[in-house]
């Protein structure tokens, strides 16, 4: 008798510690305003770069919806262009067949689109791992591409679906030739996006992703619904890539086929990798970074800059496995305990 | 003949060659991968090397077509040794993420450097006489090149069927993919035979890299082109398995191969349907373990 009555108030403080944990790390610290500062400081620094800027926070969406899946849940997963594709084609197909340019309600529909069918794939697929679960999402993606290749007078396939024609944002914002609108446009959805996928992560639910990644056996042995969890934040995640497609084909105004190609699942994943999986912010930095070396270094020898990234990735492997954010987190931390000696 | 039978006979002779190639590139990744659980998606680099040092060879110094093969197999898996002993051994013990990255940083590297060296426009590679023509088999003629393709592929598998079955070293490899700890524990050196797979692995794929110049031509971008299908057939087949990569190989290039005949318009779907459906009714590949 005396013992369980001393557990029970030890377990409600135990939950009540956990809730308070989850609850200071869901905190906004003042940091955090910091991107996007830096992204409304680039508006009006590089006025005439903004659709190469719109471009980079498109990257910077498919990076985080591709964070969820692999630096929270642990899912490796090579074919993460499959629902960027799918919510490119979505948008796409409906304006250039459907006659639905409105860009918005486009947006939702390609979102729908895309965790359905990464309900879908993701049903079927998340109970394989290793080599069984990289080969069956490498095929996903390439059987989407051919599919569409096969109905090219549908598709449009390899020539693409070019000059659509988008309505206004919100009935109000035209499309200029600089892409000052378009820049405004992706940064505010990507505003919107991120905090949801932040919510998500910092909630008991990312916890047990969390957990999943870290120890499987483990959140079986204490109950989990494993499958139900890697399923639920895989449709998510394709959700999210979804929108970063429906936005790069509104914002360039045409899609092709490529959008599936291996290449656009390898260098969503460099990216993340480069910035840090598994922190949000990784994705800022990896696609940033990335996007302006690229930028940069590809128009001086495109060769050159293969050769660099392959290079980056070999030495990010050895040398720095938590991203460059991670390289950061140390650096600080040498640096403190650097202060605190003398 | 009726036509459906010379449709069949050329479906078979085409698939089986293309299944050779399939064969021979892949069977060094299966045994490496089964032995060390390791994601080598390198693995496509190397067959472009050997492809690029046959290009070099035939081209600049002149050496037949047939020796070339051999000396770009020797070359490549010497220097992947290298590789292995500096880069590849540090992440045995990492997870697939690690490994994945690390091996297509190298895959992109090699590209690179086979660009700048040889350039982006595909090459080909001269061959000796007797394998331009064509073979004479009474019905129909068949070009001779696929059928040397053919009879290297069956020798090398009885080669290989007899160093893995038949040969103390084949044993201890088998005996390693099994239980990797039980066969270290009775004092064989893992680590030995994996560099030693490995070396042998890599030579076989650069083989196969410089027999696919003929048909399909090379360009730098084989090593990340055709290594979908390696990893696709090793998967299927089964990880460590001779067996099972011969079989993979055959229903893969067989299947790709009827599909482009039949279906032009659907390309490279088969061979993806294919995968899919084995894999999800057995996720471990013909002959792997559960």
């Known amino acids: ?342 | 003949m009726p036509h459906f039978v010379i449709i069949a006979v050329s479906i078979l002779f085409d698939g089986l060659a293309y299944a050779m190639f399939l064969f021979i590139t892949s069977v060094g990744l299966s045994v490496t991968m089964g032995l060390m659980g390791f994601v080598n998606l390198a693995h496509g680099a190397f067959a472009m090397a050997g492809g690029y040092v046959v290009v070099t060879l035939t081209r600049t110094l002149g050496i037949g077509f047939v020796p070339a093969l051999a000396i770009s197999a020797v070359v490549v898996g010497a220097v992947s040794v290298v590789f292995e002993r500096f880069l590849y051994r540090r992440l045995y013990k990492s997870n697939d993420l690690e490994q994945v990255l690390l091996t297509i940083g190298l895959a992109f590297m090699a590209i690179a450097t086979a660009t700048y060296f040889y350039g982006p426009i595909p090459k080909s590679v001269p061959l000796p006489e007797w394998l331009q023509g064509d073979i004479n088999l009474g019905f129909r003629s068949f070009p001779s090149y696929r059928a040397f393709l053919i009879v290297l592929g069956v020798v090398l598998i009885a080669v290989l069927w007899y160093g893995f079955e038949r040969t103390n070293i084949g044993a201890k490899i088998r005996a390693a993919v099994d239980n990797r700890r039980m066969a270290e524990s009775v004092g064989i050196n893992v680590d030995l035979l994996f560099t030693l797979t490995f070396a042998v692995g890599s030579g076989l794929a650069a083989l196969g890299g410089g027999l696919a110049i003929q048909l399909f031509g090379l360009s730098p971008n084989f090593a990340v082109l055709y290594l979908v299908l390696f990893l696709i057939v090793v998967a299927v087949g089964g990880l460590g398995s001779l067996k099972g990569t011969l079989l993979a190989a055959l229903v893969l290039g067989i299947f790709d191969t009827a599909g482009k005949y039949l279906l032009a318009d659907a390309g490279g779907f088969f061979i993806y349907a294919v995968t899919v459906v084995v894999l999800l009714i057995k996720p471990a590949g013909f002959y792997g373990r559960e």
């Open chain 1, 1 to 342: 008798m005396a013992a369980s009555e001393r557990t029970i108030p030890d377990r409600k403080a135990t939950r009540e510690r956990a809730a308070e944990y989850l609850l200071r790390r869901h905190r906004f610290r003042p940091a955090e305003a910091l991107p996007w500062l830096i992204a409304i400081a680039v508006y009006f620094v590089f006025p005439d770069r903004m659709t190469f800027g719109s471009q980079v926070v498109i990257m910077v969406m498919f990076a985080l919806s591709l964070d969820l899946i692999l630096g929270y849940a642990g899912i490796v997963t090579l074919g993460h262009a499959a629902f960027f594709g799918i919510g490119a084609y979505t948008v796409g197909l409906g304006a250039a067949r459907l006659g639905w340019t409105e860009p918005i309600s486009g947006l939702f529909a390609a979102a729908i689109v895309s965790a359905f069918f990464g309900f879908l794939t993701g049903w079927f697929l998340l109970r394989y791992r290793g080599l069984t679960l990289l080969m069956l999402t490498l095929a996903t993606a390439i059987m989407l591409q051919e599919a569409g290749n096969l109905r090219s007078d549908f598709s449009g396939g390899y020539d693409g679906l070019p000059g659509l024609v988008f309505k206004p944002v919100l009935g109000l914002f035209d499309y200029d030739l600089y892409g000052h609108t378009n820049y405004i446009y992706a940064l505010v959805v990507l505003a919107v996006v991120f905090f949801f996928v932040r919510r998500i992560v910092y909630s008991p639910f990312g916890q047990a992703l969390t957990g999943i990644r870290e120890n499987v056996r483990r959140m079986h042995a204490i109950g989990s619904p494993v499958h139900r969890r890697l399923v639920t934040v895989y449709t998510i995640g394709a959700g999210i890539a979804g929108i970063a497609g429906a936005l790069f084909t509104q914002t360039n105004a045409y899609v092709t086929l490529t959008v599936f190609d291996f290449d656009n699942s390898a260098k969503v994943m460099v990216m993340l990798i480069l910035g840090g999986t598994g922190r949000l912010y990784g994705a800022f930095v990896g696609a940033v970074v990335y996007m302006v070396l690229e930028d940069k270094l590809s128009k001086l020898s495109p060769t050159f800059w293969q050769f660099g990234i392959g290079l980056l990735l070999v030495l990010g492997v050895l040398f720095a496995p938590r991203g460059l954010l991670g390289l950061l987190e140390n650096a600080g931390k040498y640096l403190s305990k650097f202060r605190s000696k003398p």
